[in-house]
């Protein structure tokens, strides 16, 4: 009598790209898989989908992950600062982070995590698989000029979306047969505006004459040399373009918020979109998840049933095809 062989299981890789609250609509991926009891054997994300990934792996449930981000206070968690490499350190992002998972290491996820970061330094891409989990998505996190870059082991670290908007290779990498790429950019809006500098009396011309040279000596802080050309000169763009002294001097007297901070964003979202896109077109990509926003923007942190059910619609419509290909019914 010829035993039958037992099939071997089908391992599932998930990649989960950046986008600030765009990446939220990761949360409703998760419950959509969850609903037809799939879940991931491995998972990679850059930014927000670090952030989404290592609450998964450190078993929280969608669920819970969803209830997290609606009950987390956003505003108290960003520590702005006088800006020398960022205008947000990062530091209360990272503790609350640390706090959700138990500051847990890599070794102690129950679903193995890759978390891409640039290394500023080796101007390279960098994937954390060990050590402090907390401190690694707080590297993959640091959108260029927005937040400060963050300091590992002698090196200095930004948002992996510059280097890997959507890690698919990684999790392929990993191990996994089957991978699901949640495109967070091709539906990306490209439209960028500067502010109009007004006409200012004598004495705000002194003012302004003092301040610009303070402004100098932020510019040479806020982008380092050493940064990658392409984003040095996108962000010498936005910072003449936005902080000019005249505006400098309402930011001071509580007239005006730093809208550097959205630009900056919005800008470094349309240089990431296109790189996601090329990334994606040259490579054959199992299960293309693309969520279609509507009008829900990178800043739309309090709109999380809105980026859950956007993110579940749409993984939705891709489980016909995953489920053929990990051969299950």
Known sequence: MVKKRRKKKLKLGLALGGGSARGLSHIGVLKALHKHRIYPDYIAGTSMGAVIGALYSA??????????????????????????????????????????????????LSIPLRVVAYNMDKHEEAIFSTGNVSKAIRASIS????????????????????????PFEVVKEMGA????A????????????????????????????????????????LIPTR????????LYWIFDKLLYPARILKMIAGKEMFPI????????????????????KSNKIDVRVIPHFKGLGWADLNRVNEFVKVGEKAMELKIPKLKKKLKIN
């Open 177 to 180: 047969d089957v991978v699901i």
């Open 261 to 280: 901070v959205e630009i900056m964003n919005e800008t470094m979202g349309v240089l990431i979109s296109n790189l996601a896109q090329e990334k994606i």
């Open 182 to 221: 949640v495109d967070l950019f091709s539906q990306r809006k490209r439209k960028v505006e500067g502010p109009v500098a007004k006409e200012s009396n004598f004495m705000m011309e002194l003012k302004e004459k003092f301040i610009f040279q303070e402004l100098l000596n932020i510019k040479n802080y």
């Open 59 to 108: 078993d929280h449930t969608p669920e819970e992950i969803e209830e997290i981000a609606k009950s987390t206070k956003w505003k108290k968690i960003v520590d702005f600062k006088i800006p020398k490499a960022g205008f947000i350190e990062g530091d209360l992002v990272e503790n609350k982070i640390k706090k959700l998972i138990n500051n847990k290491k890599f070794s102690d």
């Open 143 to 166: 959108i260029p000029g927005i937040f400060t870059p963050t300091r590992i082991s002698g090196h200095n670290y930004i948002d992996g979306g510059v280097i890997n908007p959507t």
């Open 227 to 234: 940064w990658p050309r392409f984003i040095k000169k996108i």
